[in-house]
């Protein structure tokens, strides 16, 4: 038989957990481990394709809690749906998704390609569980070239939602090409990066000026309509018009040579000299490419690395490894087509996108890009010239790439297990919690917390925890009490378990919340109803059992195997506290107290139910646990930086209800200064032009009320 499409096939995680998937014989392992499960899923979409219409559409298949399964699209919802049910071999992870599936719902699409576009919107907002799905846990930077809300346009590295009014270039693959490029169209165009705040309340030049990397708008140093050419200079080159854009500058300063204005040709010079630096300052540049985005993909030991390089105005702006999550039983053009359609979801795509693969549907994902950014999109498999060597490049990169993933899985699985000896754990911790706090006499406290898991540190799991004012200044017990315990009790929400606030065993003992009789219900598809829920009768209680460990769409656990605390007896004792009220007590504590002298090879460690102890100086799991610590300590020591930072740089008019960022800007305007808006009278401020005297009033007894 021959390999389902891509669309026909979900994907499931790449694990190798025994819980993940059932046997490799998919429907007949699933059907001896659970009897019926199999011809239950069959039977349910049985009866939604009965139904369905012969049309374009998205099909959605969720299990009995309501979670989605999978999300597929279909040139036909009534041929792609019934497939699932005529007993055909089907993989492992169809098998096992068909068994659970009990209820399904269908969008119809008028083509599709807009089916492609639907089902890529879906798959990244509710990252189904047997879809292939991009891991990716940051944006990618933009350079961003604000226009419309100021007269004198901004150049600034942008990241995130494109709230702001301008035009946006990128993405690039990383911050450094964004800060080198920025800094090259600096020298350049003289294009001002300071915030509008800081512009509006210059009253001289500031030392950007001075070193010849802004012309100084702010003070009229240029004139707005010859600063907005500038910017117009730098928007046309970003654009890819930079040919044009070079010409004019060789022109003025040849003309400014043949006027004997050495100086200011020499100006000229030196903005040509940037802009070749910033296109030939990568290491691979491109003649007949222009924009494009090359997508190459590796497979080893059944996992995948898509390498992205992006290509604008013949320059190389960085690339990035992606490693998606998919099945095994996919092939890499399978993995690859899915990606593309996922990754343009929420960025626009460039004219051209090279694929290291022949994929089945390269046409219809070249009619979705081509829609979704209202312009032709050409999407191509190179097999020669100038695009073919720059997918070669891209393939040995992604194949690397994958290469130093594995190895580094590799050896952080080996720390684990060293880890989990080291303390007694039976198995090795998958997931690591280190905790620790930042503060100075107790001011702008917070409390970090990282993870670490067989991929490393696992940065998008960081969290970090704002001390209330409640705790007093400076007790770093009770602020490790306050962390663990707002920790610990979302842990509770996430895993199904209520705090009883007079618990009969003690402070914080747990409750099921769906527990039989309790006020959350779960709807059960086509009519089934619960074989407990007689009428009129409360079935009896069951023994709560230990709650399972809750898995992200990455299989990675929610709940930690091994909680660490930086701190001596006292944190230690404070944390084994909060964590036995919380219903943690399962979770080994580990408390790592200072050496002596602050030796970093002499710390002592503190666990219920073992005397303090000391580990061996050449001990490889020391030296992973001070790596553990060092970044607890790392991580807390920024955020408490970044807090204090901004409570220095805090505006007080921002503490003024009914005060946004327009009336702000009209009273700095008006006074200048906050000092001259805090002695301002009552009349003054009413004066001011867009504040009424509501505002007014508002702000005078801000700053005068005792």
């Known amino acids: 038989m021959s390999r389902e499409r891509q669309d026909d096939l979900p994907q499931d995680e790449f694990e190798d957990e025994e819980d993940t998937l059932p046997a490799p014989e998919a429907a007949l392992a699933l059907a001896e481990a659970a009897p019926g499960a199999l011809k239950a899923g069959i039977e349910v979409i049985q009866q939604f394709a009965k139904h369905l219409p012969n049309r374009p559409g998205v099909y959605r298949m969720f299990d009995r809690a309501g979670e989605v399964l999978y999300v597929g699209k279909a040139k036909s919802l009534k041929n792609r749906v019934t497939s699932y049910a005529r007993g055909m071999a089907h993989t492992n992870a169809v098998a096992r998704m068909i068994a659970e599936t009990a209820n399904m719902e269908f969008v119809t699409t008028g083509t599709e390609t807009e089916a492609l576009l639907l089902e890529s919107n879906l798959i990244k907002q509710l990252r189904p569980r047997y879809n292939v799905l991009l891991r990716d846990d940051k944006s990618f930077p933009y350079i961003l070239l604000t226009g419309g809300e100021h007269d004198a346009p901004a150049i600034?590295?942008?990241r995130g939602s494109r709230h702001r009014k301008g035009d946006y270039f990128g993405p690039f693959a990383s911050v450094w090409a964004v800060t080198r490029t920025i800094d090259a169209l600096q020298k350049a165009f003289l294009i001002r990066t300071c915030s509008d705040s800081f512009y509006e309340n210059r009253t001289r030049p500031c030392l950007l000026f001075q070193i010849k990397r802004c012309a100084g708008p702010c003070t009229g140093e240029i004139s707005i309509p010859d600063y907005q050419a500038l910017a117009g200079q730098a928007r046309d080159f970003l654009s890819g018009r930079s040919s044009a854009v070079k010409q004019l500058l060789s022109a003025r300063m040849q003309v400014a040579a043949e006027e004997l204005e050495f100086e200011k040709a020499a100006r000229y010079r030196d903005r040509l000299a940037a802009l070749s630096a910033v296109q030939a300052g990568q290491d691979i540049n491109t003649q007949g490419v222009e924009e494009a985005d090359v997508f190459a993909i590796d497979e080893q030991a059944g996992q995948f690395c898509v390498e992205i390089f992006f290509f604008r105005n013949h320059q190389n702006w960085g690339n990035r490894a992606l490693f998606p999550r998919a099945d095994r039983s996919l092939t890499p053009a399978e993995v690859l087509a899915s990606v593309v359609a996922q990754f343009y979801d929420d960025k626009p795509p460039p004219r051209l996108v090279l694929l290291s693969h022949p994929v089945e549907e390269i046409e219809l994902i070249g009619q979705a890009l081509t829609a979704r950014a209202g312009r032709k999109v050409e999407v191509a498999h190179p097999k020669r010239g100038e695009r073919a060597d720059l997918m070669a490049h891209a393939v040995k990169?992604?194949?690397?790439?994958?290469?130093?993933?594995?190895?580094d899985n590799a050896g952080q699985t080996a720390l684990l297990a060293t880890l989990g000896a080291a303390f007694g754990m039976e198995t090795p911790p998958r997931r690591v919690e280190v905790y620790d706090n930042s503060h100075i006499m107790g001011t702008n406290a917070v409390g970090g917390m990282i993870v670490a898991g067989p991929d490393g540190f696992v940065k998008n799991?960081?969290?970090?925890?704002?001390?209330?004012?409640?705790?007093?200044?400076?007790?770093d017990f009770g602020m490790m009490r306050e962390v663990l315990t707002r920790r610990f009790a979302k842990l509770a929400r996430e895993e199904g378990i209520a705090l009883s606030p007079h618990p009969e065993g003690g402070a914080g003992a747990a409750v099921s919340k769906d527990a039989p009789g309790g006020d959350e219900a779960v709807t059960i598809a086509l009519g089934e109803t619960p074989d407990d829920a007689s009428q009129g009768e409360t079935p009896p209680k069951k023994a709560r059992k230990a709650p399972k460990p809750r898995k992200d769409e990455d299989g990675f656990p929610s709940r930690p195997d091994l909680v660490i605390v930086d701190g001596g007896k006292g944190q230690f004792t404070a944390a084994l506290k909060i964590m036995k009220e919380l219903g943690a007590s399962d979770i080994p504590l580990v408390a790592i107290a200072k050496g002596e002298d602050r030796n970093a090879m002499r710390e002592t460690f503190h666990m219920e139910g073992r005397e303090p102890f000391k580990m061996q100086p050449r001990d490889p799991?020391?030296?992973?646990?001070?790596?553990?610590?060092?970044?607890?300590?790392?991580?807390a020591i920024g955020t408490h930086r970044a807090k204090r930072k901004r409570e220095t740089?805090?505006?007080?008019?921002?503490?003024?209800?009914?005060?946004?960022?327009?009336?702000?800007?009209?009273?700095?305007?008006?006074?200048?200064?906050?000092?001259?808006?805090q002695r301002a009278k009552l009349d003054d401020l009413m004066r001011t032009p867009g504040v009424n005297a509501a505002t007014a009033k508002a702000v005078h007894d801000f700053f005068h009320d005792a």
């Open 649 to 677: 740089m805090k505006n007080p008019l921002d503490e003024i209800p009914g005060i946004g960022p327009s009336r702000k800007r009209a009273l700095l305007l008006h006074f200048g200064t906050v000092k001259a808006i």
């Open 397 to 407: 990169n992604a194949r690397e790439a994958l290469a130093r993933k594995l190895a």
């Open 461 to 475: 799991q960081y969290r970090t925890f704002n001390i209330s004012t409640d705790t007093i200044a400076g007790d």
């Open 156 to 158: 600034l590295k942008h």
């Open 621 to 635: 799991a020391l030296y992973f646990i001070q790596r553990l610590r060092d970044e607890a300590h790392r991580f």
